[in-house]
């Protein structure tokens, strides 16, 4: 039988504290709102005694979103838990989250005190929230390089306080997972008052542990685990939600659930990332813009015949739409194929092979094959067996130079060549062009696209002309402009030569 595990999202909190990622308190109540749609148990929507905007996006959070805790940080310090439980009035369900540092860091070198002292510091800060708010969590900062005998004493004291949900934050990302799951296991085994309380998770991600050590946590009897989307937070960062609840829904030995609606991970991963600023790298697990793009050949002739072969989660439980065969010189003819499958288009093997050879010819130069570049390259595919073809091409071309083209051409098989200038690089193929084929034609149109994103894609050009009066379409691309104009041209040229 699985067991219930909490899911605490910190994103508006902890995730907000990264420089540049600060939100307004409208942007903060559309993240809320997704949040609550993804179904995590708690949101920590602020520190509301940190500023008065803060103190206002609690507040309207609390408004806003019913289906869930909103829970609001503190220090161990009065007028903190009074501002935020202020703050969380209107909240459905309200937590205060107050702690303290507990390391031999924070005591004796930030709050310059010693042992009993925070103790009776923390046991105050519980009571005082408890009295505020129905619910209270405590934090005991640094837990991660705090001695497991005097973490014990604490979590001991703040129970007895009142506190239900005792978090123990790795605050600098230093434990291990072992580590940290052995300190969860002390905790369950040494205080005796731990069956009124639950043990929460809060890793930070300083050695790239956070997920590990929130797992471990959690195998040892922590019950609610901290997160933020896209793992965002200081430093290196948090726990990333979809890798904790990707991780129990994926691997079935871990008896757990949550009530994410994982269908929603991706796009709330999307517009967290877009509303903060903050692109999430390509190989982030689940949601990383390659976590479901299979690049080798091996790997995608794997996933074609069945995905299981290189996935172990299905991308629409996660809301991709299906898995990416990233098409790249290293691709083979089965992802070639699938894609022109995938368009319309139904080569037979010996067209695929030539297809393919003009798609590595291509996939060399540029790093990625889209749509558009293999519709293109489909309709290249037609030079081939062109009465003129178009061999070699010289462009002069830039400020203060007269535009000069020599275009080699091969005319039935016969190679002609000519030079000529032009107002453009451009127009001056097209003079050169003109020189080497006799028959009269008038250019009509010549439309030129860079297509979509990067300064390495592939251009397209259309090129409408008559001859005798004849209209016909000329197709070139290229991932250079003025070759891919040259070969529309030529395309045209050929077909008008084919009467
Ligand atoms: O990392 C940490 O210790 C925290 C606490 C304030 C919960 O974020
Ligand atoms: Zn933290």
């Known amino acids: 039988m699985s067991e219930r595990l909490f899911i605490f999202d910190t994103t508006l909190r902890d995730g907000e504290q990264v420089p540049g990622c600060q939100l307004n308190t409208i942007e903060k109540i559309e993240v809320a709102r997704a949040l609550e749609l993804l179904g995590v148990d708690i949101i920590e929507a602020g520190f509301p005694v940190s500023s008065p905007g803060d103190f206002e996006a609690v507040q309207e959070i609390c408004k806003t979103v019913k289906d869930l805790t909103v829970c609001g940080l503190t220090r161990a310090v009065d007028k903190d838990i009074e501002v935020a439980a202020e703050a969380l009035k209107l909240a459905k369900n309200a937590r205060i989250h107050t702690g303290i540092g507990t390391s031999p860091y924070h005591i004796k070198l930030k709050l310059k005190s010693n042992e009993d002292e925070i103790i009776e510091r923390a046991i105050r800060a519980v009571k005082l929230a408890r009295n505020l708010v129905p619910e209270v969590e405590f934090y005991a900062e640094d837990a991660g390089r705090t001695d497991n005998i005097y973490l014990a004493r604490v979590v001991e004291a703040v129970i007895a306080a009142g506190a239900r949900i005792i978090n123990i934050p790795d605050t600098t990302g230093y434990c291990l997972p072992e580590e940290y799951g052995a300190k969860i296991k002390y905790l369950m085994e040494n205080v005796k008052n731990i069956d009124q309380a639950i043990l929460s998770t809060h890793c ?53 659930e949550t009530r994410i609606q994982s269908q929603r991970i991706v796009s709330t991963s999307r517009l967290v990332s877009s509303l903060m600023n903050m692109p999430v790298q390509a190989n982030k697990a689940i949601v990383g813009r390659n976590a479901f793009a299979h690049s080798s050949g091996i790997h995608q002739d794997g996933v074609l015949k069945n995905r299981e072969n290189y996935e172990i989660i299905d991308p629409s439980s996660v809301g991709v739409d299906e898995s990416a065969l990233v098409l790249t010189a290293r691709s083979g003819r089965a992802a070639l194929k699938h894609h022109l499958n995938r368009l319309g288009n139904y080569p037979d093997d010996k067209q695929l092979v030539k297809i393919y050879e003009s798609f590595l010819l291509i996939a060399d130069k540029k790093k990625q094959i889209n749509d558009e570049d293999l519709l293109a390259l489909i309709g290249n595919g037609v030079a081939k067996d062109q009465p003129v073809r178009l061999n070699l091409l010289q462009v002069v071309a830039g400020k203060s130079t007269i535009p000069m083209a020599t275009v080699h051409l091969f005319v039935h098989g016969e190679e002609k060549m000519a030079t000529a200038e032009g107002n453009g690089p451009i127009d001056a193929c097209v003079n050169a062009v003109k020189k080497i084929i006799p028959n009269k034609f008038v250019l009509d149109e010549f439309l030129i696209q860079a297509i979509t994103r990067g300064s390495n894609d592939i251009g397209k050009v259309h090129v409408k002309l008559y001859a005798d009066n004849r209209m016909i379409n000329g197709f070139g691309a290229d991932v250079d402009i003025i070759t891919a104009s040259v070969k529309a041209l030529v395309d045209a040229v050929s077909k008008m030569l084919i009467k």
Do not use: C, W
């Open 204 to 256: 930070h991600n300083d050695l790239g542990m956070a997920t590990a050590n929130s797992l471990a946590g959690i195998a040892y009897g922590a019950r609610q685990v901290e997160v933020t989307i896209n793992g965002i937070g200081e430093r290196a960062g948090n726990t990333a939600l979809e890798e904790v609840v990707m991780a129990i829904k994926t691997r079935k030995d871990l008896p757990f």
